[in-house]
């Protein structure tokens, strides 16, 4: 069942010579447990996608779906509280706030959240271990490595309930070994049932998710078939 | 285009052997789409029976029997070759079958690392290896995609006179 719905969902910014149409008649859903990467050149339309997505930007027209509320029709409030409860995000530069102690940058939503503080930073506390980060947890940001920062901001996205995990560049500046290693989180996170939408330049990203979909000029152009057997790698070609 | 349609191209750049023609085929296209030497005889064969090409009167079907292309055959190509530049045909399109083609096959190599504890140093190498070599051509898609676009906005000059290509040698490379 589709956690993320958009249907036919266009965004247009400015208006007469300086109009701009980031999207155009963008359809995409994203199942529970399922990876999807959105590939495209700079300008493309992927990080509008995203920040439609999570609800943090309105389409110009279309509707939207997440986890069977149509965003439209929630208030600013309500929508508020879908992103702290059932949408992470992971952005490029981490935004983590240097103040706070990994596990406390973890434990925020839950505390934003109304959620007692004791409960959230166990709760925190039980995510960066199962990301292997629990020697790391009283750690500030500006002591953590590129690597281990990305994979706390990725224990914020999925710490307590969350059901959806929106990624913006997610290795930008990470080598390709810690790139991989955030690639196998969220993926380890979609094993668990949620949805996740990770959008890349990055080809080498993009190849663990279950679906591929390319952007171009703001619209959908291609998407990639299911992936078949690993098996049939290591068979000889068909003959042309 | 087909195989078949490739090694009428080359062939119409002059007499060619079968194993030279693989090289050609595989040189100029960026190691995209591997040949095996079966493929490149058989299609040898076709457009031989169908009068496109004719080879040496020797009996030897070995790697240095040759080849060279017929009248009928030149008129083949040429058909094609205008309907290659026939308006209609989107330069992005097929650079894009082309790049989903390559995601396909790096999300089957992915797949194959996915499971960890289970992987071989030896062949998580041999993956890694396969993901950067497939990881460069979509790079140079995308860079070609992009000079494209630019270049229908703005065409590029001519550049004169013509330079003859640099020799580079074939690498050998991990071969799936």
Redesign the interface.
């Known amino acids: 069942m589709s956690y993320l719905e958009m249907d036919d969902v266009s965004k247009v910014y400015g208006e007469g010579a300086t109009k701009v149409h980031a999207l155009t008649e963008i359809d995409l859903s994203v199942d529970a447990g399922a990876l999807v990467a959105v590939?495209g050149?700079s300008g493309s339309g992927k990080s509008t996608l995203l920040t439609i997505a999570g609800s943090l930007e309105e389409p110009t027209s279309g509707k939207v779906l997440v986890g069977g509320s149509r965003l439209s029709r929630l208030s600013r409030n309500e929508r508020a509280r879908l992103r702290r409860r059932s949408i992470g995000f992971v952005f490029q530069d981490y935004n983590l706030l240097a103040g706070l102690s990994a596990v406390e940058n973890v434990a925020l939503p839950l505390e934003l959240d109304g959620v007692p503080a004791k409960r959230a930073q166990s709760a925190a506390m039980t995510t960066l271990e199962e990301l292997g980060l629990a020697d790391r947890a009283a750690h500030f940001p500006d002591e953590l490595s590129g690597g281990e920062r990305q994979r706390v901001s990725i224990a914020r996205a999925v710490v307590g309930e969350r059901h959806l995990l929106l990624a913006d560049e997610p290795s930008g500046a990470l080598d390709s070994a810690n790139g991989e290693a955030v690639m196998?989180l969220i993926?380890a996170a979609c094993h668990r049932g949620v949805a996740a939408i990770v959008v890349t330049?990055d080809?080498?990203l993009?190849?663990?998710?279950d679906r591929?979909v390319?952007l171009?000029d703001g619209r959908v152009?291609?998407?990639?078939?299911p992936?078949?057997r690993?098996e049939?790698?290591l068979m000889?070609?068909p003959?042309? | 285009m087909s195989v078949r349609h490739a090694l009428l191209a080359l062939l119409s750049e002059g007499p060619k052997y079968g194993l030279q023609l693989r090289e050609e085929f595989e040189g100029r296209t960026g190691e995209v789409w591997p040949l095996n030497v079966g493929q490149v005889y058989t299609t040898l064969q076709r457009l031989e029976r169908d009068g496109l090409v004719e080879s040496d009167e020797s009996n030897d079907d070995g790697p240095q029997k040759g080849f060279r292309i017929t009248a009928e055959g030149e008129e083949e190509l040429i058909k094609i070759l205008v309907a290659l530049h026939l308006p209609g045909v989107d330069v992005h399109e097929v650079v894009q079958v082309h790049r989903r083609y390559m995601v396909e096959l790096m999300q089957q190599w992915t797949r194959l690392k996915e499971d960890e504890g289970h992987l071989d140093l030896g062949f998580a190498l041999v993956v890694d290896a396969e993901l950067f070599r497939l990881d460069s051509v979509i790079r140079w898609l995308d860079a070609a995609d992009g000079r494209i676009k630019r270049a229908t906005v703005e065409p590029l000059r001519p550049v004169a006179p013509t330079r003859p290509m640099p020799s580079v040698k074939r690498r050998s490379g991990v071969r799936r």
């Open positions: 590939m050149a196998r993926l330049h080809a080498q993009a190849s663990w998710a591929v390319f171009r152009v291609d998407q990639t078939m992936p078949s690993p049939s790698l000889p070609a003959n042309q």
